[in-house]
């Protein structure tokens, strides 16, 4: 490889590194999807929206946010929230009502209640069990008695020296 290819190389990785870094700072902070026309005119209120839909999953993009979606149904759930909200209803009631109709899947933190119980404690189960099976296998073995292996009969002892020669 030339020099100038090398160097040629060097200089389209950082453009590539400094126009990553770029996208990164842009999508990160407040960088939200949130349009300006969804923002409530109530401070308050609009910092409970922010709390509430930060909490629920955009359904197209998946583990993304509906804060953080620019998906047209994550518009629709963010609004949703907004309008609940300025009917009076509270967080709680507000995200009861997404999930009544969306399902738990539209939670970010599914609720360890119920058939999800499982899904939480079959983690550390599975691990708690796997640690006994390993601490039991450590400790059998641990226990095996070791036979000595027995020497060599002098008759073994030649037919080996013989095949060694050979």
Same mark, same amino acid.
């Given at each position: 490889?030339?020099? *100038?290819?090398?160097? #040629?190389?060097? @200089? =389209?990785?950082?453009?590539?590194? /400094? !126009?990553?870094?770029?996208? &990164? *700072?842009?999508?990160? #902070?407040?960088? @939200? =999807?949130?349009?300006?026309?969804? /923002? !409530?005119?109530?401070?308050? &209120?609009?910092?409970?929206?922010?709390?509430?839909?930060?909490?629920?999953?955009?359904? /197209?993009?998946?583990?993304?946010?509906?804060?953080?979606?620019?998906?047209?149904?994550?518009?629709?759930?963010?609004?949703? /929230?907004?309008?609940?909200?300025?009917?009076?209803?509270?967080?709680?009631?507000?995200?009861?009502?997404?999930?009544?109709?969306?399902?738990?899947?539209?939670?970010?933190?599914?609720?360890?209640?119920?058939?999800?119980?499982?899904?939480?404690?079959?983690?550390?189960?599975?691990?708690?069990?796997?640690?006994?099976?390993?601490?039991?296998?450590?400790?059998?073995?641990?226990?095996?008695?070791?036979?000595?292996?027995?020497?060599?009969?002098?008759?073994?002892?030649?037919?080996?020296?013989?095949?060694?020669?050979?």
């Amino acid at each position: 490889m030339t020099r *100038a290819r090398a160097k #040629g190389m060097l @200089r =389209a990785l950082a453009l590539a590194l /400094v !126009l990553g870094m770029a996208l &990164l *700072a842009q999508m990160s #902070g407040e960088a @939200r =999807a949130v349009q300006p026309d969804e /923002v !409530l005119d109530d401070p308050a &209120l609009e910092e409970r929206a922010r709390d509430i839909s930060s909490g629920l999953r955009c359904l /197209v993009c998946r583990n993304e946010s509906i804060d953080d979606s620019n998906a047209e149904l994550a518009r629709d759930l963010r609004l949703l /929230v907004r309008e609940r909200l300025v009917a009076g209803d509270s967080d709680k009631e507000v995200v009861e009502f997404v999930v009544d109709r969306y399902g738990e899947y539209v939670l970010l933190q599914p609720r360890a209640t119920g058939s999800n119980l499982v899904l939480w404690l079959a983690g550390p189960i599975m691990l708690l069990l796997g640690g006994a099976i390993g601490w039991s296998y450590m400790r059998r073995r641990g226990r095996a008695s070791e036979t000595p292996a027995q020497a060599l009969s002098e008759a073994e002892a030649e037919r080996l020296r013989e095949i060694m020669k050979e």
